[in-house]
């Protein structure tokens, strides 16, 4: 059972780590280069994972299945991330508005024809929409007010891993594999962020932040995820614990690697009480 | 008029093929779908379906009369395992939210033999519709203690779950789902 579920994961992380190579060459790490491959890899990298899971690489489209619009809307909002640079905030958050609609429209086609009111599935969509666009431009902000690029994209990794702890909870393995792939491909952005120093953070956190709210949007409407758990997303913008005056003595790495630390064992403590508040608290693995 | 009506009749009775045979509801407390798949290549796991509906009508002369529908409730999958059980009804396999129902419709029914039926028709699983073709065997029939008609019957089937979208663990679980249908219908 493990080997079957853990084949996606390090095909994925093989495949965007190989998507990497043109770095191999000196005359080739150009900056543009760097800004591409921070976006382009992981999704390489995720498709590949992706294709692992189910047995044809292709998927028909539009998707009987409504839980599986998310692979399509990636390579939007990849595209999205790669303009984030050099167009305006309110044009690239609009257009993110606009596709994140989209994506929970479709996604919730079940309930529009299991008679959801109107203002039921309006409501579903403007706050999933919203969402959507505010999570990743906050998350954008926290890590640059607080001068930590790759330390928030280390905490979106440990969000994205403990969500997939949350959706294999609510039955979802297929959840779970897409987290743990996203999660694990974070390693790429952070690598190259640490690497090349003049690399920005703009648009890293576009496509995860929606891969994320994507997966949440499904599993509260597709597995037995509880209302509340989504809440998690919060722990994202704990870098601001930088700024107390407690770690403000300490050398940077110091406070890093502390507030990294600190957000992990909340995480932990809070999958911990959801696992023990289950009625049968007994994991069940396929 | 009266002309007019009686030959209207005449022919609505002529092209409706269920009207000439009798008509079996399906009795859910004695009616059974039932399923197996390899798991890990290594050993078969069965599992049911709870909500069984339907009716069957059969015209045992003249077996192209005979006409077969069936639907399950997904969300009443039953592994003897709960979490089995939800993981079924999930996103991973039935997406119960979105499908609540599988079923089966006849197009064509012929005779396969002394007390089997070769039955065509669709089947839909996972929002996906395909073609499917089984032989029917009927078991039993004739009168109950409560004074009703009653016909039995049984088929097995294999499908290809890959077919109908139900994708997810490739190398955890077969590509082939065998279903058990066993029935009894009580004449309306």
């Known amino acids: ?286 | 008029m009266k002309k007019a009506l009686m030959l209207f009749a005449a022919t609505t009775l002529m092209v409706s093929p269920a009207l000439a045979a009798d008509t079996y509801k399906l009795d859910s407390v004695h009616s059974h779908a039932e399923f197996k798949i390899l798991h890990l290549n290594t050993g078969y796991q069965y599992g049911r379906f709870n909500d069984v509906e339907g009716t069957v009508w059969v015209d045992e002369k003249t077996p192209a009369n005979s006409k077969v529908e069936v639907t399950i409730k997904t969300a009443s999958v039953d592994t003897k395992n709960p979490k089995r059980d939800e993981h079924l009804r999930s996103a991973d396999f039935f997406n119960a939210a979105q499908f609540p129902t599988l079923s089966f419709k006849s197009t064509k029914v012929e005779g396969a033999g002394a007390n089997k039926y070769k039955v065509s028709g669709n089947l839909t699983l996972h929002g996906v519709t395909k073609p499917l073709t089984f032989v029917f065997t009927k078991t039993g029939g004739g009168k109950d203690p409560w004074g009703g008609t009653r016909l039995g019957g049984e088929a097995t089937f294999k499908i290809n779950r890959f077919d109908y979208g139900i994708n997810f663990m490739p190398d955890g679980l077969g590509k082939d789902v065998t279903l058990m249908l066993s029935f009894e219908g009580i004449k309306q």
């Open chain 1, 1 to 286: 059972m493990i080997i079957p579920f853990i084949t996606p994961l390090i095909l994925a992380l093989g495949a965007g780590l190989l998507a990497l190579l043109p770095l191999t060459q000196p005359r080739a790490r150009q900056l543009w280069l760097f800004k591409l491959l921070a976006v382009i890899s992981p999704l390489i990298g995720f498709y590949v994972g992706y294709s692992r899971m189910l047995p044809q690489w292709w998927q028909p489209f539009p998707p009987p299945d409504s839980s599986r619009w998310l692979a399509f809307f990636l390579p939007v909002f990849a595209l999205l991330a790669l303009s984030r640079p050099k167009c305006p905030i309110w044009l690239i958050s609009s257009l993110q508005a606009l596709f994140g609609a989209g994506f929970a429209w479709l996604t919730l086609t079940p309930m529009r024809e299991q008679n959801w009111s109107q203002t039921a599935l309006l409501l579903s969509v403007f706050s999933f929409a919203l969402t959507q666009t505010l999570y990743p431009v906050l998350l954008e902000q926290t890590s640059e007010k607080t001068d930590s690029p790759s330390l928030g994209l280390s905490l979106l990794a440990l969000v994205l891993g403990s969500s997939g702890v949350l959706y294999l909870q609510a039955s979802s393995a297929v959840f779970t594999l897409q987290a743990w792939m996203q999660a694990m491909l974070l390693i790429i952005p952070i690598g190259l962020l640490i690497w090349q120093k003049d690399l920005k953070l703009q648009g890293l956190f576009t496509l995860p932040a929606f891969l994320l709210s994507g997966l949440w949007l499904n599993a509260l409407l597709f597995s037995s995820a509880a209302k509340w758990w989504p809440l998690i997303l919060l722990f994202g913008f704990t870098p601001w614990l930088l700024k107390t005056k407690l770690l403000s003595q300490q050398s940077k790495t110091r406070r890093q690697s502390l507030v990294f630390l600190l957000t992990g064992t909340l995480l932990g403590i809070v999958l911990a009480v959801i696992w023990l508040s289950q009625p049968d608290p007994s994991m069940y693995w396929g």
